[in-house]
């Protein structure tokens, strides 16, 4: 059974609750073990490391450290998150001073920051450790009846210097996990931009619009569903969906799952079960 240190996401812990509860449901189905790091603390966000570089540089690095105690590397489901912790450890990683300035700091907790974890999103986990090949070979209800738009948010693409898995321009690894469930991946133009999620509460209106093009273009591509793998993205394209169609004179909607969703779906679990009645649109 492969062990990873998993990062409980704000966003998760508050309105998408559903996220982790259909990870919890499906783990050891695929001989994953997720240990949540129930100490770990707020990454900041695309905030923190403006107003104050050295607590980002902190609050990350015992994020960090936290999963480095147990031997494991640290998983989060939020592509923010990802992120955010990851431009920290590479901070971190270049830099003896800071590093020393942190550990500093966290020797009174107990804890050290080495940069011996590494850094990864949920669906590099299923892609690389757990395998296509093995995750097909799980499934117990194949998606074939379905035509799924695939939505990868920012954060999870760029900066490529960061993140470094996809190409951001043609991103694949979640279109080869659709296929591996047996669902049909639709090619639409917006799946690998930005979802308006961090302009929400500055610049509602263009906000919107981002998540009307997406959401439009995909429901013109006849898709079932859309399928994300960041919280933030879910946030926007589900629960303010009604909002944006509005705003873009759409008539139509179209239901928007998490990832976690999505595999739990093709192993049998139920949407009562995985959570789905919490989304604004089912």
């Known amino acids: 059974m492969k062990r990873y240190a998993y990062y409980l996401s704000c966003i998760n812990e508050s309105m998408t609750k559903e996220l982790d509860k259909s990870i919890d449901l499906w ?25 104050s570089p050295k607590h980002f540089a902190l609050v ?3 994020n960090i450290a936290l999963a480095e105690k147990l031997g494991l590397d640290l998983v989060t489901s939020c592509n923010t998150c990802l992120l955010t912790i990851r431009s920290a450890k590479q901070k971190l990683d270049e830099s003896e001073a800071l590093r020393d300035e942190v ?17 990864r999103h949920l669906l590099w986990v299923l892609n690389e450790d757990v395998g296509l090949d093995t995750i097909s070979k799980k499934v117990k209800v194949p998606l074939t009846n379905y035509k ?20 951001p321009l043609e991103p694949s ?17 917006h799946k690998n931009k930005c979802c308006g999620f961090h302009t929400l509460l500055v610049a509602e209106e263009e906000s919107l619009s981002l998540a009307a ?20 993205c879910h946030t926007v394209l589900d629960s303010y969906q009604g909002k944006a169609l509005k705003q873009s004179n759409i008539k139509k909607s179209i239901p928007v799952f998490h990832l976690s969703e999505m595999v739990g779906l093709a192993l049998g679990y ?11 649109v089912t």
């Open 27 to 51: 783990q050891k189905d695929l001989d994953i073990d997720f240990v949540k790091l129930h100490e770990s603390t707020c990454c900041g966000g695309s905030n923190l490391d403006y107003v």
């Open 60 to 62: 990350n690095g015992r």
């Open 103 to 119: 550990n500093g700091i966290l020797k009174k907790e107990g804890l050290e920051y080495k940069g011996t974890a590494e850094v």
């Open 148 to 167: 799924v738009a695939p939505f990868y948010g920012c954060h999870i693409l760029r900066p490529s210097t960061i993140l470094g898995k996809d190409n």
């Open 173 to 189: 690894s979640l279109d080869m996990l659709i296929e591996a469930l047996g669902g049909k991946v639709v090619p639409y133009e």
């Open 213 to 232: 093009e997406a959401l439009g273009e995909a429901i013109e591509s006849k898709a079932d569903f859309i399928v994300t793998p960041c919280p933030l």
């Open 270 to 280: 139920t949407s009562r079960q995985l959570g789905i009645k919490r989304h604004i």
